[in-house]
């Protein structure tokens, strides 16, 4: 284990909130909400600043299965067109992977249930902590709700598989 690894994982990195007791940063709150500490967690758990990082992350320790690269429209319209990209030596397809892959569990991308972290499953109807069948919404024949999550996750983007 490397020395920035054990920072990082016992909380004295770089973070905000470590930072900001040693009066070496103003506030411990993260650029992306400012009611939102910047800590371990957050940072590798939810903060979309870092979503590029945390998804190489979880592609390297083999957590997800299905890697989705984040490129510009032009970018993605010339790799669709070529049909193929080059990691390091290797020459790999690409192709439009619309849809999303899509975890059942907790409706999360990039992942499937097999490989998904969560305990609980979310409703695909509402978002609760409740499977479909179960939902109070769908009963009462309510309208889906989108969920924040995966507004954030989406917006802007466009996706393809290699």
């Known amino acids: 284990m490397t020395s920035h690894l054990a920072q990082t994982l016992t909380g004295h990195g770089g973070f905000s909130q470590y930072l900001h007791r040693f009066k070496l940063k103003d506030s411990p709150y993260c650029a992306c909400d400012p ?5 371990v967690l957050h940072v ?6 870092f979503l590029r990082e945390r998804v190489a992350l979880e592609t390297e320790i083999g957590v997800i299965c299905h890697p ?3 490129v510009s429209p032009a970018l993605y319209t010339r790799l669709i067109k070529a049909g193929f990209v080059y990691v390091g030596l290797q020459r790999r397809p690409v192709w439009d992977q619309s849809p999303l892959v899509q975890c059942s569990r907790c409706l ?15 409703c695909a109807h509402c978002g609760d902590d409740h499977t479909g069948p179960l939902c109070p919404g769908r009963k009462a024949a309510q309208p ?19």
């Open 68 to 70: 989705v690269p984040e």
């Open 44 to 49: 590798l758990e939810e903060c979309p600043m």
């Open 108 to 122: 999360g991308f990039s992942h499937s249930k097999k490989y998904c972290r969560e305990l609980n499953d979310k």
């Open 144 to 162: 889906p709700k989108v969920h924040q999550l995966h507004e954030s996750r989406l917006r802007g983007r466009r996706s393809f598989g290699i």
């Open 35 to 39: 009611a939102k500490i910047q800590d």
